[in-house]
């Protein structure tokens, strides 16, 4: 990539951060590329759709969140690497407003921007729920497909002013709910 259409890249993706996280993940693309003083096309050549915007936005959040699940694979307690990593996968969707819909949508549309990192994080939560299962941690009786709903849900609760403040609440209700030990 040449150097101007990195710093291009680089400028967007720096103010779609802040765009995203102040109004939201369906922020006007037009404001974004006006506050980072490039053209519409030009946002358009770097990021066809809202999907890849939102896949770039996310990628570094999902890297950390995968290498998160890798090292709590070999955590002491499983069930409390299970419910770390779980914390973290809300933590990471509640930094934008609104992405949970897209972040789930694309789970199940293969051709959506968004569809390996999500999947690897529903690989990565179901690898930790796995562990958790054999060693006795965690309910028999959900997958990981449960897991990453119940994910969404938490992190929808966030994105609600009325139940924000209940959050962490329903999260401990939650995982009190999947662990069959507490850790």
Same mark, same amino acid.
């Given at each position: 990539?040449?150097?101007?259409a990195?710093?291009? %890249? ?6 779609a ?5 102040? =109004?939201? $993940?369906?922020a006007?693309?037009?404001d974004? !590329?006006?506050? /980072?003083d490039?053209?519409l096309?030009?946002?358009?050549r770097?990021f066809? +759709?809202r =999907?890849a915007?939102? =896949?770039?936005?996310? @990628?570094t959040?999902f890297?950390?969140l $995968? *290498?998160? !699940?890798?090292a ?5 307690? $499983? ?7 779980? @914390?973290d996968?809300? /933590?990471?969707?509640d930094?934008?407003?609104g992405?949970?819909? /897209?972040?789930?949508? &694309?789970? =199940? ?6 569809? &390996? #990192?999500?999947?690897?994080?529903? !690989?990565a939560? !179901?690898?930790l ?5 054999? /060693?006795?941690?965690a @309910? ?7 897991? %990453?709903?119940?994910? *969404?849900?938490?992190a ?5 002013p $009325?139940?924000? #403040? @209940? &959050? ?8 009190? *709910?999947?662990l069959? +030990?507490?850790?």
């Amino acid at each position: 990539m040449r150097a101007d259409a990195r710093k291009n %890249y680089d400028r967007l993706l720096a103010v779609a951060n802040v765009v995203v996280t102040e =109004e939201g $993940a369906d922020a006007s693309l037009r404001d974004i !590329a006006r506050r /980072a003083d490039v053209g519409l096309g030009t946002m358009y050549r770097r990021f066809p +759709t809202r =999907e890849a915007l939102l =896949e770039a936005l996310l @990628r570094t959040n999902f890297d950390e969140l $995968a *290498a998160k !699940a890798a090292a709590l694979e070999s955590a002491d307690q $499983a069930g409390g690497a299970l419910v770390a990593w779980l @914390r973290d996968f809300v /933590a990471c969707a509640d930094n934008y407003r609104g992405v949970i819909a /897209a972040m789930v949508a &694309a789970i =199940e549309d293969p051709e959506s921007a968004l569809h &390996a #990192s999500c999947t690897a994080m529903k !690989a990565a939560g !179901a690898r930790l729920l796995a562990r958790a299962q054999a /060693a006795g941690a965690a @309910r028999t009786d959900i997958d990981s497909t449960d897991l %990453y709903a119940l994910g *969404a849900a938490l992190a929808w609760v966030g994105d609600q002013p $009325a139940f924000a #403040s @209940r &959050a962490d609440h329903l999260f401990d209700i939650i995982t009190g *709910a999947i662990l069959t +030990t507490r850790p």
